[in-house]
């Protein structure tokens, strides 16, 4: 069976077994590394992707599934090849990155946050990362990380309207 779908803007064909999951297509015929394989069960969030623009986890999702879908990993998002993403460059400049593994996961999780709730506080933001474990950080400076961007896109609206 053949399975058209687009990936990080290009059409892609796989050919093969459609219950191969979207994780191992990623990994072993495109060579998009980025997103992990950690736990294979659903658990961690390390291999979060988007899907027609909402959050997935790749290793539970069938190639099959995604026929006709828009797939974006963490390279369509931003890598050293494009634009940082805000919420990349957000986590650069908080210095926030520590081993790697759940990174990729948790700014595909959290960029459709982002996007979707603008006015998000502490608690929604933490609430968000349900689903992505890291076990390096101890989440309060992703969290920081994510208010401070948060502020920062909403601040040159603020200012606009004292205008």
Do not use: W
């Amino acid at each position: 069976m053949s399975v058209t779908f687009r990936l990080n803007g290009q059409t892609c064909r796989f050919h093969d077994d459609p219950m191969t999951p979207l994780i191992d297509v990623l990994r072993q015929e495109y060579f998009l590394t980025g997103t992990k394989a950690v736990c294979r069960e659903g658990f961690c969030g390390a291999c979060t992707v988007h899907v027609d623009g909402e959050p997935q986890m790749a290793c539970l999702k069938p190639v099959g599934l995604i026929a006709g879908c828009d797939v974006t990993t963490i390279e369509g998002l931003g890598s050293g090849r494009e634009p940082l993403h805000p919420l990349q460059a957000a986590f650069a400049d908080a210095d926030v990155v520590q081993c790697g593994m759940c990174f990729p996961g948790m700014v595909m999780s959290l960029s459709a946050f982002v996007r979707d709730n603008p006015d998000a506080d502490r608690p929604a933001i933490k609430a968000a990362m349900t689903g992505n474990i890291c076990r390096c950080t101890g989440y309060e400076r992703i969290i920081d990380a994510v208010v401070d961007l948060l502020k920062d896109r909403a601040a040159p609206a603020a200012e606009r309207a004292h205008v």
